[in-house]
């Protein structure tokens, strides 16, 4: 859940801990029973970042995989490559806004992508399930934000500020006006209707006190996009800022993100 279009690898690596903890293990469990007949199953990973996904799943998937990582950032790119093991691994700078068909052929045995369902717009996100479809490609998507976040402590702002977030959420990530806190409902929902089987289950984030620089990165990102959509008064959102920021650095806060996982296959 982020405001920012660009993401820096410090800031992935940095949540990465938080989404390895809170992928659902019974839809990756699914995942992995799915791919265990497949012999050196070919992934491609859309909007890939540095690559957390192949982290979070080689170990789940039969030996002799061969992911293809897409993004357009070719800096986050560069960085997987520098983090993966060089067989595993080719990298495709790619704009999926433009070139989607592209990420999908020669059709691999699965698609995958994470934290990134809730950037692309209604119309995109069609796109995909009608090439999905088309490939009969099934399709594991993790860690798409669900509109749900909560502060403890509460705040007495934290209610208008979240709704700014989401709101702020579904501005143009770059495909259009975004799904941002509709995505995991929207993905689900259209994969049934294309005639896809889809299991999911919760993935939210669930901070501990001691997860001091990630939570307090949260809060900024929020603040800034509170901000920039003008859900409350700057003097409510600089006290709502300041009361969660002292709590983080007192070692008293736990932040709750709410995201959903999903395993679609096709009929
Ligand atoms: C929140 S990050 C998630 C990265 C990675 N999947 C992970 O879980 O760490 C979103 C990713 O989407 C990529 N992205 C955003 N818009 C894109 C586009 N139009 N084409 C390709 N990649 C895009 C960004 O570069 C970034 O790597």
């Known amino acids: 859940l982020e405001a920012a279009m660009s993401f820096s690898p410090e800031w992935l690596a940095l949540r990465e801990p938080a989404d390895i903890r809170a992928r659902n293990a019974e839809v990756l469990q699914r995942v992995a029973h799915y791919c265990s007949g497949i012999e050196r199953p070919r992934i491609v990973d859309l909007a890939a970042g540095t690559g957390s996904t192949y982290r979070a799943m080689a170990a789940h998937l039969p030996p002799g995989q061969v992911w293809?990582?897409?993004?357009?950032?070719?800096?986050?790119?560069?960085?997987a490559k520098k983090l993966l093991p060089e067989a595993a691994i080719e990298t495709m700078q790619v704009d999926l806004f433009k070139?989607?068909?592209?990420?999908?052929?020669?059709?691999?045995?699965?698609?995958?992508?994470?934290?990134?369902?809730?950037?692309?717009?209604?119309d995109w996100l069609d796109r995909l399930i009608a090439e999905l479809a088309a490939r009969k490609l099934p399709f594991y998507a993790a860690l798409s934000y669900d509109g749900r976040a909560a502060c403890d402590p509460p705040h007495r702002g934290d209610k208008a500020v979240i709704e700014g977030v989401n709101r702020h959420q579904?501005?143009?990530?770059?495909?259009?006006?975004?799904?941002?806190?509709?995505?995991?409902?929207?993905?689900?929902t259209r994969l049934r209707a294309a005639g896809f089987a889809v299991a999911e289950g919760r993935s939210d984030w669930q901070f501990t006190q001691q997860e001091g620089l990630v939570q307090s990165m949260i809060i900024d990102g929020w603040a800034q996009a509170a901000y920039e959509i003008e859900a409350v008064e700057d003097e409510l959102l600089s006290d709502w800022a300041g009361f969660h920021m002292t709590r983080i650095a007192d070692g008293n806060a736990r932040i709750m993100v709410g995201h959903i996982d999903l395993f679609a296959v096709p009929a």
């Open 68 to 79: 293809r990582l897409c993004d357009y950032d070719a800096g986050l790119l560069a960085e």
């Open 99 to 122: 070139d989607l068909g592209m990420a999908l052929d020669p059709r691999p045995d699965l698609v995958v992508t994470s934290a990134f369902l809730d950037l692309v717009s209604g």
């Open 170 to 188: 579904k501005t143009d990530k770059g495909f259009g006006p975004a799904l941002g806190p509709d995505a995991a409902v929207e993905a689900a």
